[in-house]
């Protein structure tokens, strides 16, 4: 069994910066970054492959967000940049036990508490 323990988040203006982390306890496959807004369904925001050669992003965050890994430190990063109102989310790291990443939150085994996200207008 692999814990996901995801930190960084907090209150930001809009335009402003925020790097989240998400801290695994053993070693992990491909990984991902999905969000959930009050009232609304967990989407996909980002993943990764084990060897960070597979990089997929959602539409909505693509130029701003940048996904990326140290295997070495079993933890995964989310730099998140020009933050918008819109971003403001649950952030939850996903871990799963094959090497490249999907877009489907159902394909992944492990998560993480989740990280709250808020930007300010």
């Known amino acids: 069994q692999v814990q996901l323990v995801e930190s960084g988040g907090g209150l930001v203006q809009a335009g402003g910066s925020l790097r989240l982390s998400c801290a695994a306890s053993?070693?992990?496959?491909?990984m991902g970054w999905f969000r959930q807004a009050p009232g609304k369904e967990r989407e996909f925001v980002a993943a990764?492959?084990?060897?960070?050669?597979?990089?997929d992003y959602a539409d909505s965050v693509k130029g701003r967000f940048t996904i990326s890994r140290v295997n070495a430190k079993n933890t995964l990063y989310l730099q998140m940049n020009s933050l918008k109102p819109e971003d403001t989310a649950e952030y939850y790291c996903?871990?799963?036990?094959?090497?490249?990443?999907?877009?489907?939150?159902?394909?992944?085994?492990?998560w993480g508490q989740g990280t709250q996200v808020t930007v300010s207008s």
């Open positions: 990764i492959s084990w060897s960070g050669y597979d990089i």
């Open positions: 053993g070693r992990t496959y491909a």
């Open positions: 996903a871990a799963r036990r094959l090497t490249l990443p999907s877009l489907l939150s159902d394909n992944y085994d492990y």
